[in-house]
């Protein structure tokens, strides 16, 4: 087999098991169309460890530490963890926190926005919309010379700390440390058990490491150099999440009766908007983030820490989208909405800000 | 001959560096490259583009020369 097929059956595989992982996992437990998603589970390990007080969004996730060891060990094994930073940090880290701020609008990263799709969750199809322009945009300013400039090699020390920070998160996991807020009911309270979290994700974290499948990336690539390889993992998601949920008959093509969904049209395309621009400014959608967090690389070590930081934030000031019930139609406030804004304003200044011209 | 300095950049610069260069027409362009990621990436924008690359790798970086 040549070597451009091999990868192109390696990333579908990646978007296939992952997709496998987030239905298996829902089964064990994990909320509706929540098998796996990075937002939602950076924002309950964040609740967990008390950096907001939302009730029913805290548990430290184990797939969080699992996807990050996953990626460490795959890295060590085949000689590809690399400690390097130093490229924007700070810039890299107000960026991811605003990714988080648009995706808990939307109520999901780009993992979950897929796995509502495959549910039929017309707003999370919406949603896409939002995505897709979202690269767009970003693509444009990588044309123009958009650039946050080059990282450095690190020292094996800095490297380290993230996967010891997995190690840690994944024992407090484990351990069930009783300083660790729980949620008794909301999201934050369904959850498949500890171990098959961790194990799962660690499978998820290693093929995202192997075959560099990221869900910004791969519309990124279609406008930039017009290559699908990228795609095929999300579309190799979709697919599998899609026969799952019509096997099981949980396919329900509506914009209502979707779980932890709302249907304010207009803010979910935006906050996808903002995550899709964001993640494409980054280089990586937040799960890349993660794993090349764990291969080490700090600069998107810091880009998580914004993220969860960012998942506070929406958590304190009341900036993320309020699901739907039958007694409320949900949708993001205003505090959301001047967040997302506002995310939309300090990312176009940093594009701007970070445009120049190429010398290679 | 044209070279491209992709050391440290985050994906997707290195491979928009090395289309800009390619597009140039001064073959053979030889990029440096420090990660396996873009490694792989120019790798296959430069074969789905008809070009032929050749890797040498420089302690834990890699050189690419890119011919038609």
Known sequence: ??????????????????????????????????????????????GALQLHKAPPVQYLRPEIPGLILGAFALS???????????????????????????????????????????????????????????????????????SLRRSEAQHLSEGLVFPTIGVLLILGAALGATVLAVSESGPG???????????IALVVGALVQHSRLCQAGGFRDVFLIKDLHLLWGTIAMFVVVLIANIWQGSFNLSLT??????????????GLGLVGFGSTLLGGCPM????????????????????????????????????????SAGGVGANGRWAVIIGFVVLLAIAFANIRRRKA | MSQVDTRGLSCPEPVILTKQALEQGTLPVSVLVSDMTPLENIRRYAENNGYKVEEKAIADEWELTITK
């Open chain 1, 1 to 46: 087999m040549s070597t451009k097929r091999k990868a192109t059956l390696i990333i579908i595989i990646a978007g296939a098991v992952a997709g496998l992982a987030a239905v298996i996992l829902q089964h064990l437990g994990n909320p509706g169309n929540m098998g796996f998603c990075i937002a939602c589970f950076l924002r309950d390990t964040a």
């Open chain 1, 76 to 146: 060590l094994l085949r000689r590809e963890f690399k400690p390097r930073g130093g490229s924007a940090p700070i810039t890299r880290f107000v960026i991811g926190a605003f990714v988080m701020i648009g995706a808990l609008a939307f109520l999901g990263c780009p993992f979950r926005m897929v796995l509502r799709m495959a549910a039929g969750d017309l707003n999370a199809w919406i949603g896409l919309i939002g995505f897709v322009g979202g690269i767009y945009l970003g693509t444009v300013f990588l044309k123009k010379g958009f």
């Open chain 1, 189 to 199: 309270s369904m959850h498949a058990p500890v171990l098959w979290s961790f194990l």
């Open chain 1, 257 to 270: 009766g979707q779980p932890i969904a709302h249907s304010d049209h207009l803010w979910n395309i935006l």
């Open chain 1, 288 to 327: 890349r983030q993660i794993v090349m967090a764990g291969s080490g690389n700090s600069d998107s070590a810091l880009t998580v820490l914004g993220m969860i930081t960012g998942a506070a934030f929406s958590h304190n000031f009341g900036l993320a989208g309020a699901v739907a019930t039958a007694e």
